[in-house]
Antibody
């Protein structure tokens, strides 16, 4: 069974950074890209970027360049996203999602709520 | 960047109704358009990929159609469990979500 288990909710101070993780199981981690998606409270979905774990190649939405950094740890089958210089605009739920061959996102993590507050 | 215009933003329908949701791309995206369902408090779930392919275990009342720039999600007979927000997503060039359609029961 494919499963994406994300780390716990985070409360962080403005200006700080946070790293959230997405542990994959039930499939060959390096064979599929992993995407990240942002959802602000009551809002729609925003595509942040994606990583191809086998070659550590990343692609970012221009809006999130410099904000998000995607990495993949092949030894632990875990994808990570670090968000830097946090502001209230970064308060949101962040999802990881596996890319099925040819593009669609077929499995999603449960989401991590990041709250930026002093 | 490709923009996705989804309509309507809000939809109210009765059980058994045929429901259609539309998505228009700002340029040709070939067949690379997916539909996701998100229930309150849950992660999105893939329903339809590449315009008209039904994802695993999705009921056959859901279907997708279109090509190029205009796409449609159809629910042939609305069920109570279909209350959710629906998003389109293009992955032909970059990746872009539509703004969503909130579907409620009348």
């Amino acid at each position: 069974e494919v499963k994406l288990q994300q780390s716990g909710d985070e409360l962080v101070r403005p200006g700080a950074s946070v790293k959230i993780s997405c542990k994959a199981s039930g499939y060959t981690f390096t064979s599929y890209s992993m995407h990240w998606v942002k959802q602000r409270p009551g809002q729609g979905l925003e595509w942040i970027g994606a990583i191809i774990p086998i070659i550590d190649t990343t692609e970012y939405n221009q809006k999130f360049k410099g904000k998000a950094t995607l990495t993949a740890d092949k030894s632990s089958n875990t994808a990570n996203m670090e968000l830097s210089r946090l502001t209230s605009e970064d308060s949101a739920v962040y999802y990881c999602a596996r890319e099925k061959k040819a593009g669609p996102l077929d499995y999603w993590g449960q989401g991590v709520m990041v709250t930026v507050s002093s | 960047d490709i923009q996705m215009t989804q309509s309507p933003s809000f939809l109210s329908a009765s059980v058994g109704d045929r429901v259609t949701i539309n998505c228009k791309a700002s340029q040709n995206i070939n067949k690379y358009l997916d539909w996701y369902q998100q229930k309150l408090g849950e992660a999105p779930k893939l329903l339809i990929y590449n315009t008209n392919s039904l994802h695993t275990a999705i009921p056959s009342r859901f279907s997708g159609s279109g090509s190029g720039t205009d796409f449609t999600l159809t629910i042939s007979s609305l069920q109570p469990e279909d209350v959710a927000t629906y998003f389109c997503f293009q992955h032909n060039s970059g990746n872009t979500f539509g703004a969503g359609t909130k579907l409620e029961l009348k």
